[in-house]
């Protein structure tokens, strides 16, 4: 009986020995004709390198995207990308980088601040509660007027963003620059409230600009 049992597993093992120098027959998943391949290489998927980089390339997702640097449309693989090289990553952060920098540099200097945006801080502290006034809480970016409790956000523009004052003086610059505010105080979870003030102390028009706020804060509490 035990002579048996040898005899039938090295009978076993050879056959699994011979098995596995067997060529296995495969279908290719690219131009579904069959191949052969070694019994080791038995989870082969193609029958060439060529069917394989045909079958990537048809299969492959790619996604169509502006590149905000040069405004060029590309293609790419990948979902999160948002360049179409290097150069143009590089250069546009470098600008962007200095001029977030040379932004928050200018804002904190900026301390004047008119009679119609005092007036109009001294309405909303009489209405609301934990109103605060040029308070540097949006990643170093300050607002006019903020309104903590209904996590608002006041930019009392006066003139100078909107037209050439002195020779030194860009409009774009700091255009650029409350784009930059703008983001930032919606990455503190606040909304952004902008009066357009182009004239000189008014009260009239400050208490027509408090109306208006107050129907929009109703309108957000109603909504």
């Keep these: 009986?035990?002579?048996?049992?040898?005899?039938?597993?090295?009978?076993?093992?050879?056959?699994?020995?011979?098995?596995?120098?067997?060529?296995?027959?495969?279908?290719?998943?690219?131009?579904?004709k069959e191949f052969e391949v070694q019994?080791?290489?038995?989870?082969?998927?193609?029958c060439s390198k060529i069917c394989k980089s045909n079958y990537r390339i048809?299969?492959?997702?790619?996604?169509?995207?502006?590149?905000?640097?040069?405004?060029?449309?590309?293609?790419?693989r990948k979902k999160d990308q948002k360049f179409c090289s290097r150069s143009c990553n590089t250069s546009y952060?470098?600008?962007?980088?200095?001029?977030?920098?040379?932004?928050?540099?200018?804002?904190?200097?900026?301390?004047?601040?008119?009679?119609?945006?005092?007036?109009f801080a001294e309405l909303c502290k009489e209405k609301f509660t934990n109103v605060l006034t040029n308070k540097h809480i949006f990643?170093?970016?300050?607002?006019?007027?903020?309104?903590?409790?209904?996590?608002?956000?006041?930019?009392?523009?006066g003139k100078w963003h909107y037209e050439k004052i002195t020779k030194k003086h860009s409009v774009k610059q700091v255009q650029n620059r409350d784009k930059i505010k703008l983001k930032e105080i919606q990455k503190?979870?606040?909304?952004?409230?902008i009066i357009k003030d182009m004239g000189k102390y008014n009260p009239e028009f400050v208490k027509k600009e408090f109306e208006k706020f107050k129907e929009y804060i109703a309108g957000c509490c109603n909504g």
């Excluded at 019994?39 to 193609?46: L, P």
């Excluded at 600008?95 to 119609?116: D, E, F, I, Q, T």
């Design 1 to 32: 009986m035990i002579n048996e049992k040898v005899s039938k597993t090295l009978a076993g093992r050879k056959y699994n020995r011979k098995k596995k120098h067997e060529d296995v027959k495969l279908i290719c998943k690219e131009c579904k």
């Design 58 to 76: 048809k299969n492959v997702k790619y996604f169509n995207k502006i590149c905000p640097k040069c405004k060029k449309e590309y293609k790419t």
């Design 139 to 157: 990643n170093g970016w300050d607002a006019d007027v903020i309104l903590k409790n209904l996590k608002i956000a006041i930019l009392w523009n």
């Design 39 to 46: 019994w080791n290489r038995r989870h082969q998927e193609f």
């Design 188 to 193: 503190c979870g606040y909304k952004s409230y």
């Design 93 to 119: 952060n470098n600008y962007n980088g200095m001029a977030h920098r040379a932004g928050l540099a200018s804002a904190k200097k900026r301390v004047k601040r008119s009679k119609n945006e005092i007036y």
